[in-house]
């Protein structure tokens, strides 16, 4: 189990991840090409959700879904949903969450003369006619904006915005939106440490092993594109406290409008693209890591078909496994609606199941309170048991010994095998199949 673990730490950083693009060639009805749309992913679904987006001049509030790229090129399905649909946007600020498998949509600019400050969630979006829900959120609101940065915080089970722009008014505030099980609340962060100034179009990903959100790019109040990196930490303690990072290595220049994701089996945040408000794009892939040290920049060079540069895809990670989903976005004149796969490999060896009898496992929630549960997908192969250890290798508990058949699913409690809660942390599943061993990573929270 050791060596296990120091794989999952040192592989990334050492001899990078193997990452590899793939353009997809789905059949069906797929969306018109597009920028500034908004997308999650459901894992135990297989599927890509696509709301809204824009071109010059129109913006749209349809809705698909492009099932089965795990296993394929994938199906493109427009939906119909129920509820109350939003109207057209595009560069709202989207964020899967997880533990009730919904899409949460905030803001956005309908391309002609209005921004929004609504909140929409989008439930059983698993399904063919997934169901609206405009959400009267209490508590002072943000002012209307669009493209605004957003993440998800899967500690406290809530999403953090910073900034935006509106008819020319930059936003530097950050707002996080609570009690979304509930009764959905807006709270405004006071962080201290300044902070990155006004902006649109920024990056940011939550890290939350570290509780820290990542701050990059956007144009600023001064319309220029700065390639600063701020980290706001201490999040789940307090407002926070902004720091100004200098990370070296192969730098990116400044830009708007990118893709991001926190890719915690390799420590780091990856970025894709961007560019200029009405100008050049860009189509480079970009490190920062490792962010639980001193991180510093490095240039990826996937192999396979790499997108061309574009500005304001949107995109999902598909954690369980490793891979982001990207659609869509625009240089110039062209509006794009190709799909690519961005792979990586994190260089678990033990991991040696034939991938045609490889389970997909989901675990969710990720980090967890008091329970989490790990979902086994697929139509054929076995799990014959699962045990989680400690960092150190130590056995904390067997959760289950029982040869089971695919689909079927496995609980942890977060107690050990003497019945005592384990304290925070990162904890390994190692799930043993016929076919041989497969490691997954869950945090603990308190």
């Known amino acids: 189990m050791k060596k296990i673990f120091l794989v999952l730490i040192l592989f990334c950083f050492l001899y990078g991840a193997g990452e590899n ?8 009805t797929p969306p018109s090409g597009r920028w500034g749309a908004a997308s999650v992913y459901d894992t135990l679904a297989d599927r890509f959700i696509v709301f809204g987006g824009a071109i010059w001049g129109a913006a749209y509030n349809n809705l698909y879904a ?3 790229t795990a296993s394929g090129n994938g199906i493109w399905t427009q939906l119909t949903p129920t509820g109350s649909i939003p109207g057209a946007r595009g560069f709202c600020a989207p964020v899967y969450d997880a533990p009730r498998r919904r899409m ?26 997934p169901r609206w829900s405009y959400v009267s959120v209490s508590g002072p609101a943000p002012t209307v904006r669009q493209s605004s940065a957003a993440a998800y915080d899967p500690i406290q089970e809530r999403v953090i915005y910073f900034s935006g722009w509106c008819g020319y008014s930059w936003k530097n505030d950050v707002y996080v939106l609570e009690n979304i099980d509930s009764s959905p609340s807006w709270r405004r962060l006071f962080p201290t440490g300044g902070g990155p100034g006004g902006r649109w179009g920024a990056s940011c990903v939550y890290d939350y092993n570290n509780d820290r959100l990542y701050v990059f790019g956007g144009m600023n109040t001064a319309q220029a594109y700065p390639n600063d990196v701020w980290v706001l930490d201490s999040l789940q303690t307090s407002d926070g406290h902004w720091t100004q990072l200098s990370p070296g290595g192969s730098i990116p220049t400044g830009r708007m409008w990118l893709a991001s994701i926190y890719d915690g089996s390799c420590d780091r945040m990856l970025l894709f693209g961007g560019g200029y408000f009405q100008g050049s794009a860009l189509n480079d892939l970009r490190s920062l890591d490792p962010l639980s040290s ?4 490095s240039l990826i ?3 396979g078909t790499s997108p061309s540069s574009r500005l304001g895809p949107s995109w999902a990670l598909d954690e369980p496994r490793d891979r982001l989903i990207l659609f869509g976005g625009n240089y110039y004149s062209n509006n794009y609606n190709n799909v690519y796969v961005l792979t990586w490999d994190t260089g678990i ?6 991938a045609v009898n490889r389970p997909i496992i989901a675990i969710e929630p990720n980090p967890f309170r008091n329970f989490t549960t790990i979902n086994f997908e697929g139509d054929k192969g076995f799990i014959s048991s699962v045990m989680v250890f400690d960092c150190q290798g130590r056995l904390i508990k067997t959760c289950s010994s029982d040869r089971q058949q695919l689909p079927c699913k496995v609980v942890w409690d977060g107690k050990d095998e003497n019945g005592f809660k384990v304290s925070s942390g990162t904890y390994f599943v190692i799930i043993k199949t016929d076919e041989g061993e497969i490691l997954k ?5 308190f």
């Open 21 to 28: 693009w793939t353009l997809l060639s789905p059949s069906g």
């Open 66 to 68: 492009l099932d089965g």
């Open 104 to 129: 949460i949509i905030f803001g956005g600019y309908n391309m002609s003369a209005s921004c929004y400050n609504q909140v929409y969630f989008l439930d059983s979006l698993f399904q063919q006619s």
């Open 294 to 297: 001193t991180p510093s920049w």
């Open 301 to 303: 060079n996937p192999t």
């Open 349 to 354: 060896s033990e991991d040696k199941t034939p």
């Open 441 to 445: 990573r869950v945090v603990k929270i």
